[in-house]
Each structure stands twice: as C-alpha cells, then as structure tokens.
C-alpha cells in the first residue's frame, strides 16, 4: 500500500525557507498515472493546493504562490520536495504532501501531515 | 484563482440529509467533471469521498452522493450519522494543471 510521509523542520524564522520533502513508499514515483503534490492548511482553516509536479520534472504551481514556491522530484531517491521562500507568520500551516490521481482528478494519498510553525 | 464557495456550516439531525453546495465559476466547475469532495476529521488527513463530481470510491458509504450543475457542485448526505461528523472540502480542475479548493463546510450532527 503506498504510503507518504513528510519531513522537514517544524519552526522556521520569518523571511527564511521553508523546505519540506515527501517520501513515497510502496509504489514507484515514476509511474506515468500520477502527479505528486503539496496542500496545506492553516490552523482553523481550509486546504490550499500548493503545487503538483511529474516525476520528469514539469512543475505547476497555485499563481498566488508561484513567485514563492519551488518544486522539485528527486526519482533516485522515491521523494519529492517542496521549498517556500520568504516566509510569513501567513505561512504557518499544516503541510500534507499527495499524490494526484490524473486521470480522474483526485488526490488519492495524503501524508499524516506536517505541522510547520513561522516564528518571528 | 479564487476558492470555491462553500457555507462555513450546515447541521442536520440523525437519519435526515443534508446538502452542501460548492459554488465555482466558469474557468473551474463549470468547465471541468474533475471535481472532487472530502471528509476530514479533526487532526486527520482529509479522505476522498467523492470524485469526477458523482462518483464513489471503494469503499465510501452509498449515503454520499455528488452531483454538478453549472457551476455549482453539491455533496448530499442521507441518513445522517453522529460519524459524518466532520468537515468537508469540494475541490475542482481550474485548468492549466491548477486546483482550487472550498473554504469548507462543518457539519454538525444534532
């Protein structure tokens, strides 16, 4: 059964990067049917889709954080990343990487999630 | 790209239906089947409950049903449970390999 898993630091300072990676476990990241992505959720808020990306490399990114957001699949290693710059007290959230079912538009697999806290 | 429009709350009683609407727009629901819907429990992952607007996957309980019309999709729930409990998040296609969510939408089981 596939399985993903975040990890990354849970405190970053304001105006630093947030990096996070996704491990994928049980099934291969390079599988044609699938993207893989990033959703996150402030506390007592609803889920924002980050980005999604293809294991050769094609990236897109939500436009009110594409200036912001670089995504990255790493097929060597079954991960994929996700870095966030120039972070705000805005960016403290609950970040759930995915994996994005293609064909009928579905994000299928989540991670437990990774809570990620913006300290000034 | 701005969210889907959900109602922050709805409430039923046990046995009852209710209906959540996920109001989109031209460039998402109302061009794409791609919408999806999700329960999520609180400190747990959200779960697919429904995709490509009406359809169930394995597994999820025949008392979920979607449907789409325009631009506007809707999530019923018959024969409410205590269990259905939980928040609830409509997703569409907004094209250019983009995706946009709803505000969400808390039930509350009376």
């Known amino acids: 059964q596939l399985q993903l898993q975040e990890a990354g630091p849970g405190l970053v300072k304001s105006s630093e990067t947030l990096s996070l990676t996704c491990t994928v476990s049980g099934g291969s990241i390079s599988s044609s049917s699938y993207f893989w992505g990033w959703i996150r959720q402030p506390p007592g808020k609803g889920l924002e889709w980050i980005g999604s990306m293809y294991y050769n490399g094609n990236t897109y990114n939500n436009p009110s954080l594409k200036s912001r957001v670089t995504t990255s699949v790493d097929t060597s290693k079954n991960q994929f990343s996700l870095k966030l710059s120039s972070v705000t007290a805005a960016d403290t959230a609950v970040y759930y990487c995915v994996r994005l079912l293609t064909a009928q538009g579905v994000f299928d697999v989540w991670g437990k999630g990774t809570t990620v806290t913006v300290s000034s | 790209q701005s969210a889907l429009t959900q109602p922050a709350s709805v409430s039923g009683s046990p046995g009852q239906s209710i209906t959540i609407s996920c109001t989109g727009t031209?460039?998402?629901?109302?061009?794409?089947?791609?919408v999806s819907w999700y329960q999520q429990h609180p400190g747990n992952a959200p779960k697919l409950i429904i995709y490509?607007?009406?359809k169930r996957p394995s597994g999820v309980s025949n008392r979920f049903s979607g449907s789409k019309s325009g631009n506007t999709a809707s999530l019923t729930i018959s024969g409410l449970q205590a269990e259905d409990e939980a928040d609830y998040y409509c997703c569409s296609y907004a094209g250019s390999s983009t995706w946009v969510f709803g505000g969400g939408t808390k039930l509350t089981v009376l």
């Open positions: 031209s460039s998402d629901v109302g061009s794409y089947n791609l």
């Open positions: 490509e607007a009406s």
